[in-house]
């Protein structure tokens, strides 16, 4: 049996309902294609599930704040863990169920199976071949778990497994220090778990920052531990899994493996297409357009392994979903750079990262939040933001930081990027007080200072009180 499509979706995840969405303003004559549980990564395992627990973790641990302000009595609080996941997996599932509805009403064309590409026009699933003019592959990724590892079963724990858990262990330990990894470890903590981190890599979150870096392990080094620079090696024990990296061993009931996801591609058939793979599997996909060579094919989401972000991977599906029903392929301006790992202090990258800086055309300056006025006030004042700019325009390139309301400054620092803004531009913003985007003027006041003086004056120039009553 064979059927004629003018567009295949392979993947429900949010790229390929994204695709969907832009597909069906132009025509109906689709299919969509699902291997596994529907609803998107981000609402079942990701995103969702993962703030619903750190907004629980996050809320017990306010607690230590407590007798500082003057508030007394909180040795009696208690968490119930088990309470925690229950409340989790109740609004999880409301999320995914809000995903289910772009799918349910398409019927027959919604299909489930694992579908195989036979050509760039053709796929098989479920004993079907289909003819598609346009395929758009948006199959996302699962967790990279080591295959030794796996061996030791439900003493291994992913992010698609974690949120079913009924209870969490007394003791556990977190293997990649990635967002996700900082993200669990901290909640893990937080919510009475004894956790130890573990991770190769000297920088954590995703940080290219040293400075900025250094803050991040200090901050977080005050709750649970974090052994960095060495290999993990697991060995099952009778009662849990030994864990030892470099000089450091602990044994632990269960593991969280936070080592990235990796892209649903293997056995997708990408060798029928006829174009080169990479060692990795990959063909070439043009990031503004998503076209996989000039094939009538394209690649969207988790599954290009580009930019494995919620927004990234919808932008994708967008882009994909019109080049695979217009006449002609569109180049698409693709949005400023932004990442936010939901700790706390919060960490966050926008624009241009420090390792890609060309030193020698870049001024660069900071604000720590130790003293900042406001941070003071709420029991916030940790954190440093460094930004950079172009020494000879003064345009703002990027940040990284580890700071209070790091979410919310980054995405003020992401509309100056995209608006091509210069630090003096930025400057004439209103500042309000107390707030703690004060901090933020401060950093943009240490880079003015390194730009040629403009002649006259404006409200760009105002110079810093030196108090902390008014910064």
Not at 166 to 194: F, H, K, Y
Not at 375 to 382: H, P, S, V
Request: glycine letters at 8%; aromatic letters at 4%.
């Amino acid at each position: 049996m064979t059927e004629i499509v003018d567009v295949a979706i392979i993947g429900a995840g949010s790229a390929g309902l994204a695709a969907l969405s832009e597909v069906r303003k132009r025509t109906q004559n689709i299919v969509i294609i699902n291997d596994g549980p529907w609803g998107t990564t981000c609402a079942r395992v990701g995103c969702m599930p993962s703030k619903l627990l750190i907004e629980a973790a996050n809320a017990f641990h306010h607690r230590t704040t407590f007798e500082e302000f003057g508030i007394r009595g909180t040795d009696q609080l208690t968490v119930d863990r088990s309470a925690v996941l229950r409340r989790v997996r109740r609004l999880r599932d409301a999320f995914v169920a809000s995903t289910l509805n772009a799918t349910e009403a398409l019927g027959v064309r919604a299909i489930t199976g694992r579908a195989r590409l036979l050509g760039p026009n053709r796929l098989q699933v479920n004993g079907t071949e289909i003819i598609a003019r346009h395929i758009i592959i948006a199959t996302g990724s699962r967790p990279l778990v080591p295959a030794p590892w796996r061996a030791l079963g439900d003493r291994i724990q992913t992010t698609d497994t974690l949120f079913e858990q009924t209870i969490l262990p007394d003791r556990m330990a977190v293997v990649g220090l990635g967002p996700l990894g900082v993200e669990l470890a901290q909640a893990l903590s937080r919510l009475g778990v004894n956790v130890t981190a573990f991770s190769r890599n000297p920088l954590i979150a995703g940080l290219t920052d040293p400075q900025v870096n250094t803050i991040a392990q200090e901050a977080l080094g005050h709750e649970f531990a974090m052994h960095l620079d060495a290999d993990a090696e697991l060995t099952a024990t009778i009662s849990g899994v030994r864990v030892r990296s470099g000089n450091h061993e602990v044994e632990v009931e269960q593991v969280l493996v936070a080592l990235g996801r990796r892209p649903n591609i293997d056995d997708l058939g990408l060798e029928t297409l006829g174009v080169t793979l990479n060692d990795k599997g990959m063909p070439e996909v043009n990031r503004t357009t998503l076209q996989i060579a000039d094939l009538p094919m394209f690649l969207a989401g988790d599954a290009n392994a580009d930019m494995p972000l919620l927004h990234e991977a919808a932008d994708d599906g967008h882009i994909a979903g019109i080049n695979a029903t217009q006449p002609k392929v569109t180049c698409y301006a693709r949005r400023t750079p932004l990442a936010i790992v939901f700790a706390e202090p919060g960490i966050a990258m926008v624009g241009a990262r420090f390792s890609a800086l060309d030193i020698a055309t870049c001024i660069t300056s900071e604000v720590d939040f130790g003293h900042q006025g406001r941070a003071m006030a709420g029991q916030r004042n940790t954190g440093l933001i460094r930004l950079y700019a172009s020494a000879q325009e003064g345009r703002l390139l990027g940040a990284e930081m580890c700071a209070p309301a790091a979410e919310h400054m980054a995405h003020l620092l992401a509309l100056a990027i995209d608006q091509a803004l210069t630090v003096h531009e930025i400057l004439r913003m209103p500042f309000y007080h107390p707030v703690l985007e004060e901090g933020l003027r401060t950093a943009l006041r240490g880079l003015a200072k390194q730009l040629p003086t403009t002649t006259g004056f404006d409200l760009a120039h105002c110079e810093s009180l030196h108090s902390e009553a008014l910064e």
